[in-house]
């Protein structure tokens, strides 16, 4: 199974929301709300994946801070976090629960250079089949390590609260509603994820991803 398109430059990211805006009035508006947006790529590999772990169920400001922490204190790859106690992590700010996360994925041994050539769904399961990486930690390194552009990730709350909000929504769509609604987005999900979050920006005055 082929990859697919992957985004590698603002061109990339462009080109999708401008294909969204042909196609949904409502993308068309908030992107003239939100301007062009972000790229939002980085080095795929370990701390790619350590961050967006890092991240899970606090907010930005919170995870730019630890991970401030973490770097400081040389915990940002896997031979730092391997040879850490518990009361190091703890100390950087890592709960119980993610000290013993960045271990089992230091402890791993993942082929992060095999992932670039594999299928979307398969990135998922490599992914997820270690502890303390759910769907959305893993479709989160696919769409902005590996630049999947139809990887989406429902169960983001800021994504549907975005959601919410720009499709005039009585209440927040659950992760599979969100799923279903995404399908008519493809092939640029990842795009309109990112055109989503920059909105939830503008409507919210808060960042909704790290």
Request: aromatic share 8%.
């Amino acid at each position: 199974m082929a990859v697919g398109r992957i985004i590698e430059t603002e061109g990339c990211v462009a080109e999708g929301a401008a294909w969204l805006a042909e196609r949904e009035a409502r993308f068309a508006a908030a992107l003239a709300m939100t301007g062009p947006l972000p790229l939002r790529r980085e080095r795929d590999g370990f701390q790619a994946l350590w961050s967006a772990i890092v991240s899970q169920q606090v907010s930005v400001a919170s995870a730019n801070a630890i991970w401030a922490r973490l770097a400081a204190a040389g915990l940002c790859d896997a031979a730092g976090l391997l040879g850490a106690d518990d009361a190091t992590l703890r100390a950087a700010g890592l709960s119980r629960q993610k000290a013993r996360y960045g271990q089992a994925l230091a402890a791993a041994g993942i082929d992060f250079g095999a992932l670039r050539a594999a299928p979307d769904a398969e990135v998922v399961a490599v992914l997820t089949a270690v502890p303390g990486i759910g769907r959305w930690t893993a479709e989160i390194y696919a769409m902005f390590a590996l630049g999947r552009a139809d990887v989406f990730a429902p169960g983001d709350l800021a994504l549907q609260e975005a959601a919410r909000l720009l499709f005039g929504l009585a209440a927040r769509p659950s992760d599979r509603e969100m799923r279903g609604m995404a399908e008519a987005w493809s092939p640029w999900r990842a795009v309109a994820a990112r055109l989503l979050w920059a909105y939830y920006r503008v409507a919210k005055e808060r960042e909704g991803i790290r």
